[in-house]
């Protein structure tokens, strides 16, 4: 079977920056997508992991260890807008490419 | 990515109805995903919109109560059946463009079930 954890919420401070983590545990790991949602939204996506390393885009970077099963997202120079959560979900080898969610990390972003 | 169009958005229906939900895309895709988001939780996969054949459904999710249909490579729908107060959610389509790809998401619809 296949089980991700996330936390269930974070505060984190304006222009500061904040570290999103994600473990999970499937057979025949294919990538690893973030996603963000903001409430009253669709989820949109993020960033996506398949070899080991960091993905760096703009102000978001996500990391993956599949030895370690881990992942985080790296939220740089926070801004109000980023109040939202984040999903993570893991793809599994020949499952048609569909998505298993973790619960969401709630983000919420203070002055 | 594709632009996914999803309808209706939002709906109030009463208990033991049915309602029909659906997803166009403006391209071909071959694979067709409907998810179920329940109030304050996170997304659950219901099932795999397959062309031409049967969908693939998770596990606690029937085709009875889902009925879904996928009759070309833009175009899906997913039936809510006899709807009780507990299948009030949103109900989102998402498209996937190659197995390396990521999903992309409809808008979602809201239904409320009196």
């Known amino acids: 079977g296949q089980n991700i954890d996330q936390p269930t919420e974070m505060t984190a401070t304006e222009g500061a920056i904040v570290q999103i983590n994600c473990t999970y545990q499937t057979s025949g790991f294919n990538g690893l997508f973030w996603y963000q949602q903001h409430a009253g939204e669709a989820p949109t996506f993020l960033s996506y992991?398949?070899?080991?390393g960091l993905e760096e885009k703009g102000r978001f970077s996500s990391f993956l260890s599949r030895s370690k099963g881990y992942s985080y997202l790296l939220l740089k120079e926070l801004q109000m807008k980023d109040s939202a959560s984040y999903l993570c979900a893991v793809s599994g080898y020949n499952q048609g490419g569909k998505l298993i969610f973790g619960q969401g990390t709630e983000l919420s972003v203070k002055p | 990515s594709a632009v996914i169009s999803q309808k209706p958005s939002r709906d109030i229906c009463q208990r033991g109805t049915s309602l029909t939900i659906q997803c166009q895309v403006d391209?071909?895709?071959?694979?067709m995903f409907w998810y179920r988001q329940q109030p304050g939780q996170s997304l659950t996969l219901i099932a795999t919109?397959?062309?031409?054949?049967?969908?693939?459904?998770e596990s606690g999710f029937v085709i009875d109560k889902f009925p879904i249909s996928r009759p070309n490579l833009t175009f899906s729908t997913l039936t809510v059946s006899n709807m009780s107060p507990e299948d009030s959610s949103i109900y989102l389509c998402s498209v996937q463009l190659g197995l390396d790809q990521p999903q992309h998401f409809g808008d979602g619809t809201r239904l409320s079930i009196l």
């Open positions: 391209s071909q895709v071959t694979m």
């Open positions: 992991n398949v070899l080991d």
């Open positions: 919109a397959n062309q031409g054949s049967e969908a693939t459904y």
